[in-house]
């Protein structure tokens, strides 16, 4: 028997509520160590804190393809670690390997069918990425611009992120620039990652939310209005951008974290006004949604991997160190402390 730290849901934020670290909690418990065939014993290295995860603390998430986390039962998400004893004939101790479906605790016992091996080549050792920029969220951001983006190399278009400094948004920025968008401009909650935005991901301008006429502050940055928007927060700040998009443009709709912490269904309704420009202007605004191209993830991949590194993607991370430290992660991320993709080392 081995004695391992996981965490658990201690309780639910409640109605409209906002998540808080005391809605998680860290525990001992016992995990067997007899392996079964065809199973592996991993340690795990790093962790993942997302924003759809806030739908999941939920008793109904809203989504048929997604389950909610029960109470005083170990949390589950992305995770990355290391084998440590094998009975399967595919992995070997040492061998790194990933899931979307990795246990919140210290070690585990997974059959071989539910993880996935990682050649640490593929993110030059940096195993941690492989839960941010060549994992779903460097997917999401390449197969969402290419795929409901509509970007033309050479026709002068102006491409608007919000969430920008996120895991997902400092992806999909560097991927329209590098894809051929004139401009390419990021909204985002401080002028410290405005200016990160601009000095080290090569965005052309960046608008900084919580400061001054977020619509006159857009207009000076997209002088030609807006072609596309890749939109990962909805509410107020997603109203301003489609109000000055040009006709025939495309909204991304990946994500909305300003209203995940409300009782509202997803995508969240749009107002009147915002309806009308959307008919008027004949813009589109798809869903995304990353798990309808599983065919395309391993090119994705590939490409994510060259991409970062040869350095035409620069990666942006913030790490949290332990394991007791995964609810204030999470809260952190879910308020814009993150930089770029928010992890949780767990070992070494």
Same mark, same amino acid.
């Given at each position: 028997?081995?004695?391992?730290?996981?965490?658990?849901?201690?309780?639910?934020?409640?109605?409209?509520?906002?998540?808080?670290?005391?809605?998680?909690?860290?525990?001992?418990?016992?995990?067997?160590?007899?392996?079964?065939?065809?199973?592996?014993?991993?340690?795990?290295?790093?962790?993942?804190?997302?924003?759809?995860?806030?739908?999941?603390?939920?008793?109904?998430?809203?989504?048929?393809?997604?389950?909610?986390?029960?109470?005083?039962?170990?949390?589950? +998400?992305?995770?990355?670690?290391?084998?440590?004893?094998?009975?399967?004939?595919?992995?070997?101790?040492?061998?790194?390997?990933?899931?979307?479906?990795?246990?919140w605790q210290t070690h585990d016992v997974i059959h071989g069918d539910c993880?996935?091996?990682?050649?640490?080549?593929?993110?030059? +050792?940096?195993?941690?990425?492989?839960?941010?920029?060549?994992?779903?969220?460097?997917?999401?951001?390449?197969?969402?611009?290419?795929?409901?983006?509509?970007?033309?190399?050479?026709?002068?278009?102006?491409?608007?992120?919000?969430?920008?400094?996120?895991?997902?948004?400092?992806?999909?920025?560097?991927?329209?620039?590098?894809?051929?968008?004139?401009?390419?401009?990021?909204?985002? +909650?401080?002028?410290?990652?405005?200016?990160?935005?601009?000095?080290?991901?090569?965005?052309?301008?960046?608008?900084?939310?919580? /400061?001054?006429?977020?619509?006159?502050?857009?207009?000076?940055?997209?002088?030609?209005?807006?072609?596309?928007?890749?939109?990962?927060?909805?509410?107020?700040?997603?109203?301003?951008?489609?109000?000055?998009?040009?006709? =025939?443009?495309?909204?991304?709709?990946?994500?909305?974290?300003?209203?995940?912490? /409300?009782?509202?269904?997803?995508?969240?309704?749009?107002?009147?006004?915002?309806?009308?420009?959307?008919?008027?202007?004949?813009?589109?605004?798809?869903?995304?949604?990353?798990?309808?191209?599983?065919?395309?993830?391993?090119?994705?991949?590939?490409?994510?991997?060259?991409?970062?590194?040869?350095?035409?993607?620069?990666?942006?991370?913030?790490?949290?160190?332990?394991?007791?430290?995964?609810?204030?992660?999470?809260?952190?991320?879910?308020? +814009? =402390?993150?930089?770029? /993709?928010?992890?949780?080392?767990?070992?070494?």
């Amino acid at each position: 028997m081995l004695t391992v730290q996981r965490v658990v849901l201690a309780s639910r934020p409640g109605r409209n509520g906002h998540p808080s670290p005391d809605n998680f909690r860290v525990e001992e418990t016992s995990l067997s160590t007899e392996l079964k065939q065809g199973e592996v014993l991993v340690r795990t290295l790093y962790l993942s804190v997302d924003p759809y995860m806030r739908c999941r603390m939920n008793d109904d998430t809203g989504a048929d393809y997604l389950l909610p986390w029960r109470l005083e039962e170990c949390i589950d +998400g992305g995770g990355v670690g290391v084998v440590e004893a094998s009975r399967n004939a595919q992995l070997a101790i040492g061998d790194s390997v990933t899931s979307f479906n990795w246990h919140w605790q210290t070690h585990d016992v997974i059959h071989g069918d539910c993880v996935q091996k990682v050649d640490p080549r593929m993110v030059d +050792g940096h195993l941690s990425y492989v839960l941010g920029a060549v994992g779903m969220p460097g997917l999401t951001a390449l197969l969402g611009v290419r795929e409901k983006g509509h970007v033309t190399s050479g026709a002068g278009q102006t491409m608007v992120i919000s969430g920008a400094s996120g895991a997902c948004g400092s992806l999909a920025g560097q991927i329209g620039r590098l894809d051929g968008c004139e401009r390419v401009v990021g909204i985002c +909650g401080s002028d410290e990652k405005c200016q990160t935005l601009v000095s080290h991901l090569g965005f052309t301008a960046a608008v900084n939310y919580k /400061k001054g006429d977020i619509s006159r502050a857009l207009k000076d940055s997209c002088p030609n209005g807006v072609d596309i928007y890749f939109d990962n927060v909805g509410g107020p700040i997603s109203d301003t951008v489609i109000s000055q998009m040009n006709s =025939g443009s495309h909204v991304i709709l990946c994500g909305q974290i300003s209203q995940y912490n /409300k009782d509202v269904p997803y995508p969240s309704p749009l107002s009147e006004k915002t309806l009308e420009a959307l008919r008027c202007k004949n813009i589109t605004r798809d869903r995304f949604m990353v798990l309808n191209y599983m065919d395309k993830h391993k090119e994705g991949l590939e490409l994510l991997s060259q991409w970062v590194k040869t350095g035409q993607i620069k990666v942006l991370e913030t790490v949290a160190n332990g394991i007791e430290n995964m609810g204030v992660a999470f809260c952190s991320m879910m308020t +814009g =402390g993150n930089f770029g /993709k928010q992890v949780v080392k767990i070992s070494d």
